[in-house]
């Protein structure tokens, strides 16, 4: 279903006049905020590709400043893996395993190395050694907040396969505040949270992520790039 | 011409915009026109306008074509011509094929 076959059924309900379209279009946006604040969804995962500064270990997520990520619609890190300068595999990053405050004792403030640890704290990633010795390529895996198409020819995964969830939302939005009907609002909300359902259902065998593994924290089954030598000082195997 | 318009994409429509309750009677006719178009993503499509004119304080112009399923936003604007009053006017025209009843 495109954007335009959404607003048109939600049209039908109010009459063709009766739902201002840019109050219409704040409706369904209002409904794709409601499910992603629900979770985190198949068409929300997206990646980022960047490059370490020699000796900054701190990069703002939201911001482009001081070589930041430049990701305002960030919600939640996945993954992070970083590779040697001229090498071709990716090497994983222990990504909020360990608290910041956790972190900061187990690093020196000039450890230099490549990077192993990482946390997001605030809008901020920081890198443990917190002085990369090179500038090394990352990649950040990551959920983030999505606005869905603007044109009305357009469609996404959201509008294709669960499109009743926008539609009954902006259903709520309007016979609140068109038809100041909040009886019918809330039998709108029932069949929108049904949806959250089985949205939910099928997230969850969609995406992989969403499933528990068991994995040991340390010892010989614990992923971590051996091969890079250039551990600080006192850091524990 | 209402605020809101439907037509089929092989429509040419002819749209009337009344600027008398925003110019008032002090003023007689209008200059200046424009008529901008946006696609419902602001895309601009000011080509599917033509012929525009003003008699008065209406302002005329036909509107033909489209993409079948689009909402097409038209700011219609006149200047009149002695107190030099900006009037304009925000109509929507949806474009659809198949949409039949009412609006």
């Known amino acids: 279903m495109t954007l335009g076959e959404a607003k048109d059924l939600v049209r039908e309900h109010f009459g063709r006049l009766g739902f201002n379209s840019t109050m219409l279009v704040e ?122 198409p603007t044109s009305n020819t357009e469609t996404d995964d959201l509008l294709t396969q669960f499109p009743e969830a926008l539609i009954y939302a902006a259903h709520v939005v309007g016979y609140e505040q068109i038809l100041k009907d909040f009886q019918g609002a809330g039998y709108w909300r029932q069949r929108f949270e049904e949806q959250l359902v089985l949205l939910k259902r099928e997230n969850i065998e969609r995406l992989q992520v969403s499933q528990l593994t068991f994995e040991p924290r340390s010892g010989p089954g614990h992923a971590r790039n051996w091969s890079n030598t250039n551990y600080p000082s006192g850091y524990q195997r | 011409m209402d605020q809101v318009a439907y037509k089929t994409p092989n429509e040419a429509i002819l749209v009337s915009v009344d600027m008398t309750e925003k110019v008032g009677a002090a003023d007689a006719s209008l200059a200046s026109l424009v008529c901008d178009i946006d696609e419902s993503d602001g895309t601009a499509a000011d080509s599917l306008d033509s012929g525009l004119t003003s008699s008065g304080l209406t302002i005329t112009f036909l509107f033909s074509g489209g993409t079948d399923g689009e909402d097409y936003t038209l700011h219609v604007k006149g200047t009149a011509n002695s107190t030099a009053i900006i009037a304009e006017k925000v109509i929507e025209i949806r474009v659809r094929a198949n949409l039949v009843g009412v609006l």
């Open chain 1, 27 to 148: 409706a369904l946006k209002q409904g794709r905020r409601l499910v992603e604040q629900q979770g985190n969804f198949w068409w929300m995962r997206a990646e980022k590709d960047f490059t370490l500064t020699v000796d900054q270990g701190e990069y703002s997520i939201i911001a482009s400043a001081s070589n930041g990520l430049n990701l305002p619609d960030f919600k939640q890190p996945i993954a992070l893996s970083y590779r040697d300068v001229d090498g071709t595999d990716w090497s994983p990053v222990s990504l909020g395993e360990r608290d910041k405050s956790v972190l900061d004792l187990l690093y020196q403030t000039d450890d230099e190395g490549a990077p192993q640890d990482a946390v997001v704290f605030v809008n901020t990633l920081h890198l443990y050694p917190p002085d990369p010795d090179a500038e090394y390529p990352m990649r950040l895996y990551y959920f983030q907040w999505t606005d869905g």
